[in-house]
């Protein structure tokens, strides 16, 4: 399989299970974000709304897209990923999906709602520093960018959650004639139709924005196995036209060309050098060849090295560029070169069909199952009254949009936090902070502030020992 023998097909499945058993639990760990307003306010039954719930993760999966997932890949250094010792790169997957797994269900089972989005990626950086602090990797460096990025998106979520759940309940109070919608939801009674339709379709958005963000998380978190035990082979899409990939490379060149290059930094003409260089790497190794089959596939990875290297360099003069007159260079010109970018950067961007479909059925059946715990505290625990119709839809409108606001650039965020924040902010306005349990309150922050270092170090630690047994 994938040209692995027996032995290591063998710890190639297992670690794709336990990527699925992860994205089950993400699935179980999370139904209570989306389903919590409608239990509580008696819009539908559990049953009916955590299988509603699991059908729009799928979907939310399946056409979400695969930016996040590829921001997760992109995280890690490139060294990492083409170790030549397989043993390895099994030591980086084995620590990352331990650590998740474990992490993910002990905050479950003590029915905190903690997020997966910070539990995995908090391991993935947790290795790529060990990686850092290996003997001669000290040049390594994991891409701070986009972990400076995906590291506002997961502090900065919860407080727009708060803050815009707090202001939506206000103006709500301000126009809505019908005070039925601040009242206590009566026992056991489901609620008029047109208020039981709003939070249906809110507890929908949210199980589609789930799936869409914290689904591509799973996606990314396979492509990493997959790239990490059998990296020739995945390196880039080999569904992708050989050919294709060599005329788009030629059209960047022939773009890159006109530059003037005194119109830019002292960096950038740097970059444009090796951009240069790199391309013509490219066409030297695809010259003559119609498919990557026909690739000797050590010469996969050093392609894929470089298509990231030429697109971030690219990018970079792209952006010095941007608002400049230079010569030869048009508004409509530089529109082209960013669009052959982009497709000149999807031929690494990619994700099997297989994959997409394992991580919406995972996520999807976990959805279905193990929502209580966390129903509850969120339900009844966050704030000291019963949750009201508007309270749910409030908090679940600004977390869909949120979320997927995030999906949209490509940035994880935690359906958990946001969620919960919302909540808490649809509490204050029903009543003041006097009407947060503050006990709850207080455990899930710290599990928002110890879940990134706790993760960190664990999976650091377990990547350090499992190295030097497989040394």
């Known amino acids: 399989m994938f040209g692995l023998d027996t032995s290591y097909t063998i710890l190639l499945l297992i670690c794709l299970l336990a990527a699925a058993a992860f994205e089950f639990i993400n699935g179980f760990h999370d139904t209570a974000n989306a389903v919590a307003t409608v239990i509580y306010t008696h819009s539908l039954k559990p049953t009916t709304a955590v299988i509603w719930s699991g059908l729009w993760n799928f979907i939310g999966v399946n056409v979400g897209g695969i930016a996040v997932a590829m921001g997760i890949v992109n995280l890690l250094p490139m060294e990492m990923l083409i170790d030549q010792n397989l043993l390895h790169n099994i030591a980086m997957i084995a620590a990352l999906i331990v650590t998740a797994i474990v992490w993910n269900l002990a905050t479950w089972y003590i029915g905190i709602p903690c997020s997966s989005s910070h539990t995995l990626l908090g391991s993935i950086f947790g290795v790529g520093l060990a990686f850092m602090l290996l003997p001669g990797s000290h040049a390594v460096a994991l891409n701070w960018q986009k972990v400076i990025d995906v590291g506002l998106s997961l502090l900065v979520s919860p407080l727009f959650g708060f803050g815009f759940a707090l202001l939506l309940m206000y103006i709500l109070r301000r126009t809505v004639k019908n005070k039925l919608i601040f ?77 003037d290059t005194s119109y830019l930094s002292a960096e950038n003409r740097i970059n444009h050098r090796i951009v240069i260089n790199e391309l013509d790497q490219i066409k030297a190794e695809l010259t003559g060849i119609s498919s990557f089959d026909k690739l000797d596939k050590s010469v996969n990875f050093k392609i894929r090295k470089a298509i990231l290297s030429v697109s971030k360099k690219s990018e970079s003069i792209v952006k010095n560029l941007a608002g400049s007159h230079t010569p030869l260079l048009t508004p409509a010109v530089m529109s082209v070169l960013t669009s052959n970018l982009k497709k000149f950067k999807s031929n690494t961007e990619y994700s099997p069909r297989w994959v997409i479909l394992l991580v919406s059925i995972s996520l999807g059946l976990g959805t279905m199952i193990g929502w209580k715990r966390i129903v509850v505290t969120i339900g009844e625990k966050i704030g000291k009254t019963h949750l009201t119709y508007a309270q749910g839809a409030s908090a679940e409108i600004v977390a869909a949009s949120t979320i997927g606001v995030s999906t949209m650039f490509g940035l994880p965020v935690s359906t958990t936090h946001v969620l919960s924040s919302g909540i808490a902010g649809s509490m204050v306005a029903g009543g003041g902070r006097q009407n947060l349990r503050m006990g709850t309150v207080k455990s899930i922050m710290i599990a928002w502030l110890i879940t990134l270092p706790v993760t960190v170090v664990f999976s650091g630690l377990l990547f350090f020992i499992l190295r030097m047994i497989f040394n």
Request: glycine letters at 6%; aromatic letters at 8%; proline letters at 6%.
């Open 183 to 259: 009242k206590e939801p009566p026992a056991k009674k489901a609620p008029p139709i047109w208020i039981r339709s709003i939070l249906i379709l809110t507890c929908t958005s949210v199980s589609y924005a789930h799936g869409s963000n914290d689904g591509q998380k799973g996606v990314g978190l396979i492509m990493l196995i997959l790239i990490g035990f059998a990296p020739t082979f995945f390196a880039i899409d080999r569904n992708k036209s050989a050919v294709d990939l060599l005329s788009e490379t030629k059209k960047i060149e022939w773009t890159l060309k006109k530059i």
